[in-house]
């Protein structure tokens, strides 16, 4: 029975159907990889005796005949993601040992459907990241290595916990959120599948706020199908998030096996960008040439703004962001440092509990908020927003969806960009769009490089159109017939 | 547009953040790398064009004004660092 967590979640589901295992045994087989796992450090926290609790629930309930769409299926859950009783950090010091007396919607919604809870994920703190190197618990490492080396490298991020476990097989599948890329570029560096949908798909009510029109979740799973199943479970109307999209959640699993005949595909030429590996190009080149094969038609499009979207970001992301952290102050919840005064206490308190990423991300969101520099920055970077949701709206005009690499390389060494912030950012040039023009996107492995580790094809869709994007991505995956799993040395 | 370490320790000040003096100066030079490839913006021709706080086309959504949530005083209570006889404690606020 070791073997278990190597199911998929599809494939788990139909064996728990079948009875050839329960949910205890796929659960106890999962805390057992998990705790034989501490080196990638992708979970903060195991919930053990919760998630052996909620199996046997789950076996009872299915013993009755009620079976939910996740019944019996054990997932991770990124630490941004408020729990219940169980304690939720954000990646931060400055929440010390916060123990929510509520459930965030997404994660409700997952237990209303019957999965079980193994425990919290790494990530970087206040999902501000794309290695998971400013996690204030360590970084998470990569399962993954390259070819004849021992190095250790990054998971990608602010998801990188989510993307790191699911691929060394730690859960079935992991909740993530995504605000400039952090689900789909960790699944490129990770082998895995990472869906971003669009903007109000799921609640964000219970999730630590990060730049609140920007902020999505999403999973992260080892197939497409996978990620079909459990978007479909996090998704629905919350009347608790005012941005909460009304809109019907259809059977995106469905979709994964749709015919793609006479469908036009956009590639839009700015994503050309100088630097970009040989080797991804390529991937881009056979991603085009597999699609075509199944009766597409690719079509040139172009997004002219696409330069623009990073730095507008910067400017948009820290500014929602200096606001949204204003409410760590020591007082209400979390660690507090004790000064002479209020303010001092304040300084201290917020000075010591945050990190040197998100204090500087406060500092840059605060003056391009200050008064003076509210119009030359954040009202000039909303118009370029508009400006870059207006490309998307164009391109739509002539195809049904985008196909773009994830992320311009593959995992890095840890350690190899953190003294370059703006470096680092770039991580994000193919992603980030997608979250200024609130879509959809989802990451599919296609390859591995030269040196044995993987990348990922970037799917971006028409708003509430996941279907598309599952289907493209589920043609990819199977064209791909990308199997590699990271070899264990852990 | 650049920060000085003066400017830094405005800033750090508007954001409650507590930056020692030697910090101030790396701090800045940090911030003006950032604030330089920000800069790219002014090539952006944004003449007539709306700002964009979202991107959702619907307008807010609002609810029949009656409560619907409440009395977990203890709940809302039980994360605070400092709290006595059912109130958070905090350093005076007013002189």
């Known amino acids: 029975m070791s073997t278990l967590n190597e199911l998929t979640l599809a494939g788990a589901l139909k064996g728990l159907a079948s009875k050839d295992f329960s949910a205890r045994e796929l659960t106890q087989a999962h805390l057992d990889a998990i705790a034989d796992a501490d080196q990638l450090n992708a979970y ?25 769409a996740l019944e019996g299926i054990p997932l991770g859950i990124k630490d941004l993601f408020c729990t219940n009783g169980t304690r939720t950090t954000a990646g931060s010091k400055i929440l010390g040992d916060f123990t929510p007396h509520y459930e965030s919607t997404v994660s409700a919604n997952l237990w209303r459907d019957g999965a079980v809870m193994l425990g919290k994920l790494n990530m970087d703190e206040f999902a501000m990241g794309s290695s998971n190197e400013n996690s204030a618990f360590g970084p998470v490492v990569n399962p993954w290595r390259a070819n004849g080396e021992t190095q250790q490298l990054v998971p990608g991020g602010s998801s990188g916990g989510s993307a790191s476990a699911v691929a060394a097989q730690l859960c079935l599948g992991a909740t993530a959120t995504d605000t400039g890329g952090s689900i789909r570029q960790p699944a490129s560096f990770t082998g895995t599948v990472g869906v971003k949908p669009t903007y109000g798909r799921c609640s964000r009510w219970g999730i630590v706020a990060f730049a609140s029109s920007l902020d999505q979740a999403g999973p992260i799973t080892r197939t497409v199908e996978d990620a079909a199943i459990l978007l479909r479970s996090m998704s629905g109307h919350d009347p608790k998030d005012s941005t909460s999209l009304k809109a019907d959640v259809p059977d995106f699993a469905a979709a994964c096996t749709r015919s793609l005949k006479g469908m036009r595909i956009g590639v ?32 040139d499009v172009s997004l002219p703004h696409t330069k623009y979207a990073l730095p507008a970001y910067y400017i948009i992301a820290p500014a929602e962001a200096s606001s949204n952290l204003a409410r760590y102050d020591g007082m209400r919840y979390g660690v507090r440092v004790d000064g002479a005064d209020l303010t001092e206490t304040y300084e201290k ?33 909303q118009k370029v927003r508009a400006r870059i949701a207006e490309d998307f709206k164009k391109a ?31 991580n994000d040039i193919f992603t980030v769009t997608a979250n200024l023009a609130g879509l959809p996107g989802i990451s599919i492995p296609a390859t591995l490089d030269n040196a044995g580790l993987p990348l990922g094809l970037q799917v971006i869709g028409k708003a509430l159109d996941e279907e598309t994007c599952f289907a493209v991505g589920g043609a990819l995956e199977r064209a791909a017939g990308f199997n590699a799993k990271p070899n264990k040395w852990w | 547009m650049s920060v000085d370490a003066k400017t830094v320790s405005k800033i750090a000040r508007l954001a409650r953040l507590e930056v020692a003096e030697e910090r101030l100066a790396p701090l800045a030079d940090e911030l003006n790398g950032i604030l330089h490839w920000i800069e790219e913006l002014n090539e952006v021709d944004v003449e007539g064009v709306a700002p964009m706080a979202s991107v959702e086309d619907v307008p807010t ?6 409560v619907t949530d409440g009395n977990i ?19 005076k606020a007013v002189e």
């Open chain 2, 73 to 91: 005083r203890d709940d809302v209570l039980a994360s605070a660092p400092r709290t006595e006889e059912g109130f958070f404690v905090m350093p």
């Open chain 1, 268 to 299: 839009p030429k700015e994503y050309r960008v100088d630097g970009m590996p040989g080797e991804i190009e390529k991937l881009w080149a056979d991603g085009m040439d597999w699609l075509r094969a199944e009766g597409c038609e690719i079509v």
């Open chain 1, 349 to 381: 308190t917020r000075g010591q509990g945050f990190g040197e990423e998100v204090r500087r991300r406060i500092m840059i969101g605060t003056y391009v908020l200050s008064a003076g520099f509210y119009d030359a920055y954040y009202i000039r970077a």
């Open chain 1, 396 to 426: 739509f005009e002539t195809c049904d969806a985008l196909l773009t690499p994830t992320a311009p390389s593959a995992a890095f060494k840890i350690g190899a960009r953190y003294n370059d912030p703006v470096q680092m950012y770039l």
């Open chain 1, 44 to 68: 903060l926290l195991t919930t053990t005796e919760t998630a052996l609790a909620m199996a046997d629930a789950s076996d009872a309930r299915r013993a009755m005949g009620d079976v939910g």
């Open chain 2, 61 to 66: 959504p609002t609810r029949e004004d009656k």
